[in-house]
């Protein structure tokens, strides 16, 4: 069956969504998103495109940009290409990163466009991974509300709203539409208390404070993993979002952890980490 068109725009306006090769995190520490920061800023001048907004999860890219002579799809060759051979050494990895058929979509209309900037800033706290756009670093929030310059710009968007404006819309309460990938379906109360209790062994919040603290992080990245919510693991665990987000932001925190338990006690084994089991004789 082929392909859909893509729909031109008009105004060469686009919400671009870019998302990871069946589902892989792509970002994985800080110099992963710095240097694709720096590979699409780098190609802002040669290319002739804008950023108006732009935020960054795992696995997926939002983007609001303007294209001038060059079409997106010539765009994301290039910057696509030179990212990913990048990563591809980095990882001491191949294949593809990205999927082929990015989504965009046209924004023909200064009502449009606003409602894009908001939900591109917006789109951490939809996943949730912060509780206002403020929290979240990897977006372009900051340079709309400390001025930084840069690879977005702003002077388009701050033509027709103050910067105390823009706070507002990106924070008010409401609904938010635009391209997305689909978040997972939350599951109930009662689920999450059987993972909590299948991976601890903790019948309540307040036994699993008890724990010591190491184990205790250990078992939050392993709850976290199976897909509960920030807000459901905080509730079923006792433990405050702020310290929960640390936790599983920390790539390196569980080999660390291992290693500084398992040094202490020879006898202890990777069991015992997270379910009390004691190593055999």
Partial sequence: MPRK??????????????????GEIIFKDGQDTEKFLDVLESYKETCGFKI???CMLAGHIHLLMQTGDMPLGDI??????????????KYSRQGPLFQDRYKSEPVESDKN??????????????????????????????????GEQGLVDTEYLLSKMTKVQFIKLVTSEGQDEGLDIESPKR???EQVRKIVYKISKCQSPQEFCQLPQMKREILIKKIKDE?????????????????????????????????????????TSVAWL????????
């Fill in 187 to 189: 599951m109930n109360d």
């Fill in 227 to 267: 897909g509960v919510s920030f807000r459901q693991l905080s509730k079923h665990t006792g433990v405050g979002i702020g310290v929960i987000r640390r936790c599983c932001d920390d790539k390196s925190l569980i080999p660390v952890v291992f290693d500084r338990l398992l040094k202490r006690n020879k006898n």
């Fill in 113 to 146: 466009f606003l409602m894009v900037v908001r939900f591109i800033h917006r789109n951490p706290i939809h996943h949730e991974l912060c509780d206002s756009p403020a929290e979240y670093s990897l977006s372009s929030y900051s340079a709309y509300t400390d």
């Fill in 274 to 281: 997270t379910n009390g089991v004691k190593k055999p004789k």
């Fill in 52 to 54: 108006y907004a732009w």
């Fill in 76 to 89: 994301f060759k290039r910057v696509g290409g030179k990212f990913v051979y990048w990563y591809n050494q």
């Fill in 5 to 22: 068109a893509r729909v031109v725009s008009k105004s060469g306006i686009y919400h671009v969504l870019l998302r990871s090769f069946n």
